[in-house]
């Protein structure tokens, strides 16, 4: 199965589990993670926005720096998104003139330059970056998410999980028991 079939289908099979594990969540990481959730509360059916949740969500869980991953970018002037793209190593970004609509531009950003643009959704962009960075040692700022991204989602090297990851699969595991004793009625 090709990666970014792979990586999306996976996203939905753990999407359930996992908006339960960050609504439960408490403190200020559970209130970041809430305004994560919000809006697929409130916009259900939008699969690339649950996408996008679930690929947000580990990094708050795990209490890494989310802008490392993703950075969205509300602007109008394209040279100063330009200066910040120049500073950033590896990551993705979206680019919006209003916070409240759908991003103008996805893309990858690999050593300050642009490498890919104008993808389609959030999940797409961390997809393809996760398969650039496959074979690479991760970043020091989104290492514990691309693992988890590799370890538990993708089911790639399961072998030895770092603590923090290890912690966010022993809870998922927890919330997986309590939901196949008490299933969700629809």
């Not at 996408?51 to 969205?72: A, F, Q």
């Not at 916070?99 to 890919?116: A, C, T």
């Amino acid at each position: 199965m090709p990666l970014q079939t792979r990586f999306l289908s996976q996203l939905d099979v753990l999407s359930v589990r996992l908006l339960k594990l960050f609504q439960r969540r408490g403190g200020k990481i559970g209130r970041q993670l809430q305004r994560i959730v919000e809006p697929v509360a409130q916009d259900p059916d939008n699969v690339d926005l649950r996408h996008e949740c679930i690929i947000k969500g580990p990094s708050v869980y795990i209490n890494e720096d989310l802008e490392n991953l993703i950075r969205e970018y509300v602007a109008e002037v394209a040279d100063i998104i330009q200066g910040v793209v120049e500073e950033t190593t590896v990551g993705t970004y979206a680019i919006k003139h209003d916070p409240e609509n759908k991003p103008e531009d996805i893309g990858i950003v690999i050593e300050g330059h642009i490498v890919l643009e104008e993808l389609e959704s959030a999940a797409l962009a961390v997809a393809m970056l996760f398969g650039l960075a496959l074979n690479l040692n991760y970043p020091p700022g989104i290492k514990n998410t691309c693992e988890v991204l590799q370890k538990l989602v993708m089911e790639l090297e399961c072998g030895t999980l770092s603590k923090k990851v290890q912690a966010l699969k022993n809870r998922l595991s927890e919330l997986l028991s309590l939901y196949m004793a008490y299933p969700l009625r629809t």
